[in-house]
């Protein structure tokens, strides 16, 4: 069932570094990316895949993480496996950044389906990032999607007094607090 699936794609930031994910599973993902509805059809945006050990040291340190949480990041052994850089190609215009969440939704409720997680991410280094993954002057990281097999519980709670603030819990449950259903619809 569709609410099943996105019950199951929250956004993950602890993973099992042992379990590996490979090249051809996260471009699995990107063809469920590509064909999404977009904008004009102009298809703006292409991805890079990181899922090389190496690569993906140089990348976790440009991300921030888990801002409302102390000591959010996740800690060496539960670091994401693989990553997927949404860029904008700047040679064929100015995407619109609704394709992009999209996009990243679709490629994250793929990966649950698969039994994988992942977590996006806004808040990273752009110009570090670009050097990191030698990207051409035309590509313009937009969205890093962090991969991994999950190896926390992230439950949906009701908020409580407008608090939006998600949290671990003494257990490391993360709590991400929701809007009721009345709240949100006028």
Not at 4 to 22: A, C, G, M, Q, T
Not at 34 to 61: G, H, V
Not at 131 to 149: T, W
């Amino acid at each position: 069932m569709l609410h099943d699936l996105v019950l199951k794609n929250r956004s993950y930031r602890r993973f099992d570094e042992s379990f590996p994910i490979s090249y051809e599973a996260v471009r699995e993902l990107i063809a469920l990316a590509r064909i999404c509805p977009c904008a004009a059809n102009r298809q703006f945006f292409k991805f890079r895949i990181s899922t090389s050990r190496d690569e993906c040291e140089k990348i976790f340190p440009l991300t921030s993480w888990a801002g409302y949480i102390k000591d959010g990041a996740p800690k060496p052994g539960e670091r994401p496996v693989a990553y997927i850089t949404i860029v904008s190609d700047t040679s064929l215009g100015n995407g619109n950044i609704i394709d992009v969440g999209i996009m990243a939704q679709t490629m994250l409720l793929g990966a649950a389906e698969a039994g994988l997680g992942g977590c996006m991410i806004a808040s990273f280094k752009r110009e570090e990032l670009k050097a990191a993954l030698s990207l051409d002057d035309r590509f313009e990281p937009v969205l890093v999607i962090a991969l991994g097999k999950p190896i926390e519980t992230v439950v949906i709670d009701d908020m409580v007094n407008g608090d939006i603030k998600y949290w671990r819990d003494e257990n490391k449950i993360h709590h991400v607090p929701k809007r009721s259903l009345d709240e949100l619809i006028l």
